[in-house]
């Protein structure tokens, strides 16, 4: 990954800049202008809604957000709290926690069936109903089709699809069937974008999104007051490398995932907070978007043109036409390598043991020739 962005960064212009292929996008959709389908908010301004006083008052509005123990979803957590809101945030392991004040965090682990309806019921039994609900919770465990564990991919599909399924449908039933009631959810450019070596991170980004416009299919027409949203952070310092790969508790903290942020350059990736603000104007938008990019100047112009082609432009297109900036992407060579014993910290939970101390993944990327 550290590799991939690095041969990324620099290399790339705005879609409509890209000289050296002919894109039926910039034809027919000038200047790979997305602006048109997406809000590309600036989170660092108050939102437009400030201004004209329209916003929604979080006071009083009841939410919830899975995996909200460290990283966006803690500091969404707090963001909301703050702006008056009544938070509950779950984690696997809350009793880990001890700093979070501002928000309740409770015990989900959504494997689980069980543990799923005892969270959601416990929110309906205090606090009565579920306005903002945040499908945050992810897993990024790493690999390749041909040797990716299924284990891995297995866990990872019935955390983020299945297990945010299973959070929607208990929580439906409390959410407010007239004026506002949202489901905001963790996408990611690779909900757009096969990425090489990151099989079930990104089928489980893909799924999701398949999930939102499912419901949006369902519901065409103004048939529920529920508007589903998805937000697409650029990547964030936080601590989702570590926890994924490793399963294990006492990993769950930003330290240990520092090496792999660090290896990015500072502009390139966002702070939690930045997220937080970023889901609080979501929140608070009184016309809220389908989708959200968040996303800094240098991600945005980084991200943006490879993923506004492979939106734009049929997939064989796209594959045969793909810029140099996919092709640094797929060709890059990436490693992940922690030296951390996981099996020193476990504590009964699921895969703790499973990766063996100092495990390692490497892959090399070469897909083409492209023509
Ligand atoms: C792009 O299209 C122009 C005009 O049709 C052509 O001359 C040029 O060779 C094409 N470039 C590439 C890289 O295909
Ligand atoms: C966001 O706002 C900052 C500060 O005004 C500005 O420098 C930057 O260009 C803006 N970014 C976008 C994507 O509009
Ligand atoms: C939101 O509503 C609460 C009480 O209903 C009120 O005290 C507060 O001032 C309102 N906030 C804003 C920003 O209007
Ligand atoms: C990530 O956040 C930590 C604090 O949690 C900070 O020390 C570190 O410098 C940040 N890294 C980057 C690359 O922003
Ligand atoms: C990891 O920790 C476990 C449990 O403490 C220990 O048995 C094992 O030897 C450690 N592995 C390594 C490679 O240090
Ligand atoms: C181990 O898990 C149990 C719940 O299963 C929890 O009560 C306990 O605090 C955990 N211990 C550590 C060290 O995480």
Known sequence: MK????????????????????????????????????????YSHPPACATSGTCVNMTGKVVLI????????????????????????????????????????????????????????????????????????????????????????????????????????????????????????????????????????????????????????EHLGGKSNIIYSSILPGTVNSSLPQKAVYGCPELYNSQAAQPWYNSYTGSMVLQPEQIGEAVYQIAIDPQPRLRYLAMNDQQYATLIPVWCRRQRLPMEQWYDMAAPEEQAWFQGEWTENTQLNCSAHCNGTEFCGAAPMGEQYTGTYTIGPYK
């Open 66 to 217: 899975t995996g909200a123990s460290t990283g966006m979803g803690r500091a969404s957590a707090e963001r909301l709290a703050q702006a008056g809101a009544t938070v509950v945030g779950t984690s696997r392991y809350p009793w880990l926690y001890h700093d979070v004040t501002t928000f309740q965090l409770w015990q989900l682990e959504y494997t689980s069936d069980d543990s799923v309806k005892q969270l959601v019921s416990r929110v309906g039994a205090t606090y009565g109903k579920i306005d903002f609900l945040y499908l945050n919770a992810g897993r990024q465990y790493v690999g390749e089709i041909a040797n990716s564990d299924l284990r891995q991919v297995e866990l990872t599909i019935n955390s983020m699809v299945m297990g945010h399924l299973k959070v929607i449908q208990a929580a439906l039933p409390l959410m407010p069937k007239t004026g506002y009631a949202r489901i905001l959810q963790t996408s990611s450019v690779e909900s757009q974008i096969g990425a090489p070596g990151y099989l079930p991170y990104t089928i489980s980004k893909w799924a999701m999104q398949a999930m939102q416009e499912v419901w949006l299919t």
């Open 3 to 42: 590799v991939i962005w690095i041969i990324a960064v620099g290399l790339l212009a705005a879609c409509a800049q890209a000289q050296n292929v002919n894109y039926t996008i910039q034809e027919t959709v000038p200047g790979c202008n997305i602006l048109d389908t997406f809000a590309i908010a600036n």
